[in-house]
């Protein structure tokens, strides 16, 4: 039924000065806004000549060939963002093996997925993305935005009726993946919520 909650997603932070700064988050001010980052399309952009257009030659990087496609620069812009950054990816924990160090990232909170529910058929039929509910369960009362390269309109239309703080749904073109205008909606969405930074 629409608004039955599903089971928690697992929070789990990785290293310790991280885990303390995390949980301080999570449990402190609900002004601290959340950034969940999706990484194949954002982060690893699927269009054909994607590292040229980054101004990379396309060389194999961890024996993964996608991997060279992470754009010069993209984790300083990260970090330069006033917000928690969050993996919000079917990487799960090899986004901090793999993509995190590529990018200069400390280890960073991972969302792990809950298990198929009953929510999943009505999730499929209002056109729901399968990490929508999860995300609002781990943010709990918390701003956050979302970047994703395969968030609708039905996602945001759900969001907004069921979460009370400010939330930025942001679609990202997965053949180009995050460029400098992407990051200027992030920033300007997160620096004009109140009581931010």
């Known amino acids: 039924?629409?608004?039955?909650?599903?089971?928690?997603?697992?929070?789990?932070?990785?290293?310790?000065?991280?885990?303390?700064?995390?949980?301080?988050?999570?449990?402190?001010?609900a002004r601290t806004a959340l950034l969940f980052l999706d990484v194949d399309g954002p982060l690893l952009p699927f269009g054909a000549g994607a590292p040229q257009a980054m101004g990379r030659q396309a060389r194999p990087v961890g024996g993964n060939p996608l991997l060279d496609r992470l754009a010069p620069g993209l984790g300083a812009r990260l970090r330069s963002l006033p917000c928690e950054l969050v993996w919000a990816t079917a990487w799960m924990d090899e986004a901090n093996e793999t993509i995190a160090p590529l990018l200069g990232l400390p280890e960073l909170p991972v969302v792990d997925w809950p298990e198929p529910s009953e929510t999943d058929e009505e999730d499929e039929w209002l056109g729901l993305h399968w990490k929508t509910r999860a995300l609002l369960e781990y943010a709990g009362e918390h701003p956050f935005a979302w970047v994703d390269d395969e968030i609708t309109d039905a996602d945001?239309?759900?969001?907004?009726?069921?979460?009370?703080?400010?939330?930025?749904?942001?679609?990202?073109?997965?053949?180009?993946?995050?460029?400098?205008?992407?990051?200027?909606v992030l920033d300007a969405w997160l620096r004009r919520r109140p009581g931010s930074a």
Do not use: N, Q
């Open 156 to 184: 945001r239309t759900w969001v907004a009726a069921h979460h009370r703080a400010p939330t930025l749904l942001h679609r990202v073109d997965p053949c180009r993946g995050l460029t400098e205008t992407d990051f200027a």
């Open 1 to 29: 039924m629409l608004g039955e909650p599903v089971a928690k997603p697992l929070i789990r932070s990785a290293g310790r000065g991280r885990s303390e700064h995390y949980r301080a988050a999570m449990t402190g001010s």
